[in-house]
Nanobody
Framework: VQLQASGGGLVQAGGSLRLSCTTSGRTFSTYHMGWFRQAPGKEREFVARISGNGRNTFYADSMKGRFTISRDNAKNTVYLQMDGLKSEDTAVYYC???????????????WGQGTLVTVSS
């Protein structure tokens, strides 16, 4: 499974971005998808995840109410809508695929290359 993340960029605090992660193959719906991020000098942290059928989602506390994860299995794509961005959201954002449901990075078997989000204050 190859994942390709896109949509990062420079945005002012309070603004919005939508990240996308696409993959090839016919088994996308069998994978739970997650978004993680890694800020400079910090460890990778969980952001949000969504079940294979899209019915279940889960967010890190600091993202609740600001970020929305969704997926379109017909397009083999998962999205992360980020609203109300803050400077502390600056990080490289990674999408990942897992056959297990959870927010721990080691559960995820496949990772995208990351897309940089920079929030200016």
């Amino acid at each position: 499974v190859q994942l390709q993340a896109s949509g990062g960029g420079l945005v002012q605090a309070g603004g919005s971005l939508r990240l996308s992660c696409t993959t090839s193959g016919r088994t996308f719906s069998t994978y739970h998808m997650g978004w993680f991020r890694q800020a400079p000098g910090k460890e990778r942290e969980f952001v949000a995840r969504i079940s294979g059928n899209g019915r279940n989602t889960f967010y890190a506390d600091s993202m609740k109410g600001r970020f929305t994860i969704s997926r379109d299995n017909a397009k083999n794509t998962v999205y992360l809508q980020m609203d109300g961005l803050k400077s502390e959201d600056t990080a490289v954002y990674y999408c990942a695929a897992s056959t297990a449901w959870g927010g721990v990075a080691r559960l995820y078997d496949y990772w995208g290359q990351g897309t940089l989000v920079t929030v200016s204050s």
